[in-house]
Each structure stands twice: as structure tokens, then as C-alpha cells.
């Protein structure tokens, strides 16, 4: 709980440094934060463009791919942007917690916040091309699925930050798990490629990745992720994120006093 009250206690300083942390990102550009928006929204449009107009790809349940596909990538861009971020970030800051008297374990949250930015950038524009559409979302489970995805974001990064931090070499191998992971999740494909596999579908549905990819487009097409037979997999997701930020906080607090050491 101690990790909880150093958020509260500092939000305000949180939340102005993470402003900072993504307009300094593109301080030396003409365009500014405008890169921060234009790079995931082209990513984004081309993923759109090759798969629906040119492969004419159809999304599952005979939606449109744009409406299957934009929830889904919006929420895994979340996801890996802000663990890459967050998990470099005592690093990226390392003259604060080598000079100044700061609260090391807020650090992380800074990313998360300027990368957040973005993310609801993104959020923004699955949800309006889905209304488009005629996809309406479901306001309370949105509100859900952000819950849960920030929840595992920090979960995650307690652990990740520190030995990162401990480790420089541990990013390198996180990115490249981190792709792995991209092209695991159904992201750009459906979970019913898979269901005459029941054991792999079985296993694929437990992964926190998966959990959130899908119950962010359940938002925008109609189903819901905490019943309609998904509900032994809220519980299996939140299992896994309480006992990940267990794990991870245990890590981050006992390593927390090498950070100076080693940066």
C-alpha cells in the first residue's frame, strides 16, 4: 500500500512532469507533440488500409476489420508503450534519483502518464471510427477494461522497472519479448483461427495480453468480458496482475536502495 499512498501523495507532480515527459520527447522538432499523435495514428491507418481495402480482411462477427481491428491495436499500443516506457524510466530519470531527494518509486508513473497521452489519443479514435460504424461502446465496461489495463501496466512495471534499472541489458530482451507478444495476441487475428485447438485457445484466453485485447473490442461490439462465459478469465487475469505486483513490489523495494549505485 505504501507504493498507492506515494502515488497520491504525488500526483500533482506526476501529473506536470508527464507533461513535460512527453512534450520534451519533441522539443527539438518543428512539428512538436504533433509526432507524438501522427507516428501510431499512420501505423495504425496503414494496418487499416492494408488489410481491409487491399487483402479486404473482414473483422470476426462479420464487422468491419476497422471496427475489429482499432479497438484491439489502440489498447496493445497502450500496453506496450507504457511498459517500455515505465520499465526504462528510472534510468531516463537518472539524475533524479542520484541528486535530488525523490520519490524513486513515483518515477515509473511519469512515463505512464506522458505515454498516456497518446493512448487516449488513440482510445479516441477507435471509439469514433467504431460510432461511425454504428458500434456504440458500453461506457461501464470502457471504464472497466482502463481500470484493469493501467492495473497490469503497473503490476508489470514494478518488477520490469527495477531490474531494468539493475540490468540495462533486461530492455533489450523486454523488447524483443515484447514483440513476440504482439504477434502472440490476436491483434491483428481473430481467436477463432485457433478454436479447433481448444487447449491453445484455452491457454491463449488466460494470457493478461489477450484478456485486455479482447475486452477492449467487447466494449465497441457488444459483449461483455466479465460474463458471458469470460468470467473465469477476469478472475484468472486479476489473479495473475495481484500476484505480478506482489511479486514486483517485493523486487522494487528491496533493490530500490542500489538504483544510485548502479545509474
Given at each position: 500500500m505504501e507504493f498507492i499512498k506515494e502515488i497520491v501523495k504525488n500526483r500533482k507532480l506526476i501529473l506536470k512532469l508527464g507533461k513535460n515527459d512527453f512534450k520534451n520527447r519533441f522539443a527539438s522538432t518543428s512539428l512538436g507533440s504533433i509526432w507524438g499523435f501522427l507516428n501510431p495514428f499512420v501505423f495504425m491507418m496503414m494496418y487499416v488500409i492494408v488489410f481491409q481495402f487491399i487483402f479486404k480482411t473482414q473483422g470476426e462477427g462479420n464487422s468491419p476489420y476497422v471496427v475489429w481491428f482499432?479497438?484491439?491495436?489502440?489498447?496493445?499500443?497502450?500496453?506496450?508503450?507504457?511498459?517500455?516506457?515505465?520499465?526504462?524510466?528510472?534510468?531516463?530519470y537518472a539524475y533524479l534519483v542520484k541528486k535530488v531527494v525523490f520519490p524513486v518509486d513515483v518515477i515509473p508513473m511519469i512515463t505512464i502518464t506522458g505515454n498516456s497521452i497518446v493512448s487516449v489519443f488513440l482510445f479516441t479514435i477507435a471509439a469514433v471510427v467504431c460510432m461511425i460504424f454504428g458500434y456504440m461502446p458500453n461506457i461501464l465496461e470502457f471504464i472497466y477494461v482502463l481500470v484493469a489495463a493501467y492495473a497490469f501496466i503497473l503490476a508489470l512495471t514494478r518488477f520490469t522497472s527495477a531490474i531494468t534499472t539493475l540490468v540495462p541489458d533486461f530492455s533489450n530482451l523486454l523488447s524483443i519479448v515484447m514483440q513476440i507478444c504482439m504477434w502472440a495476441t490476436p491483434v491483428v487475428w481473430g481467436l477463432t483461427m485457433i478454436s479447433e485447438h481448444p487447449l491453445l485457445l484455452n491457454a491463449m484466453k488466460c494470457l493478461p495480453f489477450t484478456y485486455l485485447v479482447t475486452a477492449f473490442r467487447e466494449v465497441f461490439m457488444g459483449g461483455t468480458i466479465i460474463s458471458d462465459g469470460h468470467f473465469i478469465y477476469t478472475?484468472?487475469?486479476?489473479?495473475?496482475?495481484?500476484?505480478?505486483?506482489?511479486?514486483?513490489?517485493?523486487?522494487?523495494k528491496r533493490n530500490k536502495k542500489d538504483f544510485a549505485d548502479v545509474l
Open positions: 482499432l479497438p484491439g491495436m489502440a489498447m496493445w499500443m497502450c500496453l506496450n508503450d507504457n511498459i517500455m516506457g515505465a520499465s526504462g524510466s528510472i534510468r531516463a478472475i484468472i487475469f486479476w489473479t495473475i496482475t495481484v500476484v505480478l505486483f506482489i511479486w514486483g513490489n517485493h523486487v522494487f
